[in-house]
């Protein structure tokens, strides 16, 4: 299994508003906005997204770490029963809990080492699907057992349904 965005800034927008505002309340400042632009194409998916649920990039950090440690099996209550995965060579894995952490298990035994730099994640929520999804982008640096060093610019979108992960996809690219 591969490495399965940092809005930092958020708590300015946060603390700028007003002191009175229960805090579960949305006021006007952090609504959305509408978008009135006219685009050169249509979402396929959805183009309508408010920021997420700041736990649910939590758990795919948690997962990351968990992989670097080859601690996979700590991972378990993140996964949903059946979870959909889609590796940036082809491969896609569609299966149960144990299968996806058997499978990661065996393909983290190829590296002696393998350390990530997490360069952003974003927690989405697609407002028009009700959806939950996080992006993250990061790069990758492994060591195989046999001294091979290789490192991959990697960005993958991961979907959540009841907090739980259902959807993996993975996009990769040599870094130079």
């Not at 939590?58 to 889609?86: G, R």
């Not at 993250?136 to 979907?159: F, L, N």
């Amino acid at each position: 299994m591969r490495r399965l965005i940092a809005i930092a800034a958020i708590a300015a927008l946060f603390s700028s508003c007003n002191q009175n505002t229960a805090p579960a309340e949305k006021t006007d400042a952090m609504a959305a906005k509408p978008d009135s632009l006219s685009y050169a194409f249509k979402a396929g998916y959805s183009s309508s997204f408010t920021i997420g649920e700041a736990a649910h990039a939590k758990i795919v950090l948690d997962i990351w770490k968990a992989y670097d440690d080859n601690n996979l099996a700590a991972t378990k209550p993140f996964w949903a029963d059946s979870v959909t995965m889609q590796f940036a060579e082809g491969f896609t894995f569609k299966g149960g809990i144990d299968s996806l952490l058997a499978g990661g298990k065996k393909d983290r035994e190829q590296y002696s080492s393998v350390v990530d730099s997490v360069d952003a994640w974003i927690p989405l929520h697609s407002t028009d699907k009700n959806e939950d999804w996080v992006g993250i982008w990061a790069r990758e640096y492994t060591t195989t057992v046999k001294g091979k060093k290789d490192t991959m610019d990697i960005h993958e979108i991961w979907q959540f349904k009841n907090s739980k992960v259902v959807y993996v996809a993975q996009y990769k690219g040599k870094h130079k």
